[in-house]
């Protein structure tokens, strides 16, 4: 049994605590990351409203503290003229080897979908399709089948039967994209400065994230990638009524942030940035869907998104037909 430092109790606790006591320890896990680490430190900064707010944050004890972005040509083109508007920020960019000019070039997600395939349903499903196909008879292949040995030992959290016509699918899946887009550029960036990441994720967006949060706590100084996640136990509208609170700066394809009759903090822009094309989770969301606002709000992007690959496009309509979600 994995020993845990944390229970999911204590993330409960921690999670109602006011905001002003959540910024209090969220300065301290940065200061005790930044003296660690002798100030070899950095924010990862994706222009989005959970990094905002942690640069605001870490930039109050450290007003130098280095940010890094990496362009992955995926973002919303607000994120990015958000992001040029800080000081100290590090662009970063995709790269692959050209074996033939023996040189590093832009990696691109459509050279992505040519290499890897389509990022779709969720890095779990996604990853599970990519590997059965290339290993029929290994354990991920068995996730879907749900009489198979391996989900019925470790039960229907590991069954992804339902996604079965997908792995029959002619249609090219595979989760890399994010790897090869986002954590590579960052990993390498990492290696050649001797430098450790400061990352904005909460651990209640994802059971992975949450995990994570109560194997390490914020601060996981002894993990294979030494990382700092110190507004993990930050709340949405945490985020959305310190931008409010403090009056910070933030990119405008969120709309302008404001409160419901019962005090919730919304957005009526986005609510979620991150990469354009990602269909990741497309398939849970109430419509009007990212695909059905993009279309609203950047036509050109739409167009290219759901243009045929053949025509010059990325071909997304053909898998969100396939899986049944409108655009």
Same mark, same amino acid.
């Given at each position: 049994?994995? &020993? ?63 940010? $890094? ?15 040029? *508007?800080?000081?100290?920020? $590090? ?85 890399? !994209? !994010? /790897? ?11 290696? &050649? /400065? ?6 904005? *994720? ?9 995990? &994570? ?8 100084? /002894? ?23 403090? /009056? ?18 919304? *957005? ?6 991150? !990469? ?48 049944? $979600?409108?655009?």
């Amino acid at each position: 049994m994995e &020993e845990l430092k944390y229970t999911s109790e204590d993330l409960k606790i921690m999670q109602s605590w006011s905001l002003q006591r959540k910024i209090q320890v969220t300065q301290t896990r940065i200061i005790e990351w930044y003296q660690h680490w002798e100030g070899k430190v950095y924010v990862s900064f994706s222009g989005g409203k959970d990094s905002t707010v942690l640069l605001d944050l870490a930039r109050r004890i450290y007003p130098d503290v280095e940010a $890094v972005f990496v362009d992955t040509g995926l973002e919303y083109p607000e994120i990015r003229e958000f992001v040029k *508007t800080k000081e100290n920020v $590090v662009w970063l960019y995709p790269q692959k080897y050209n074996r033939k000019t023996k040189q590093y070039e832009r990696y691109t997600f459509k050279q992505v979908l040519d290499d890897y395939g389509y990022p779709v349903i969720s890095k779990e499903v996604s990853d599970a399709i990519y590997c059965a196909r290339s290993k029929p008879d290994g354990h991920r292949a068995k996730k879907f089948d749900s009489n198979s040995d391996y989900c019925k030992k470790y039960g229907s959290r590991y069954d992804l039967s339902k996604w079965k016509f997908l792995l029959e699918s002619d249609i090219p899946i595979s989760h890399m !994209c !994010c /790897n090869v887009m986002k954590k590579n550029p960052v990993k390498n960036y990492e290696k &050649e /400065n001797n430098i450790y990441p400061i990352i904005g *994720t909460m651990a209640c967006e994802a059971q992975h994230r949450k995990r &994570e949060w109560l194997k390490t706590g914020c601060n996981g100084f /002894n993990k294979k990638r030494p990382t700092s996640q110190p507004i993990s136990f930050w709340t949405e509208q945490d985020i959305l009524q310190y931008i409010k609170e403090f /009056n910070i700066p933030y990119a405008s394809v969120y709309g302008e942030i404001l409160q419901d009759e019962k005090g919730k903090y919304y *957005t009526t822009g986005c609510d979620r940035t991150g !990469c354009m094309f990602c269909m990741f989770g497309v398939h849970l969301e109430k419509e009007p869907n990212r695909f059905q606002r993009m279309k609203i709000t950047h036509p050109k992007i739409y167009e290219y998104c759901m243009k045929p690959i053949e025509e010059g496009g990325l071909g997304l309509s053909k898998v969100l037909d396939y899986i049944g $979600v409108k655009y």
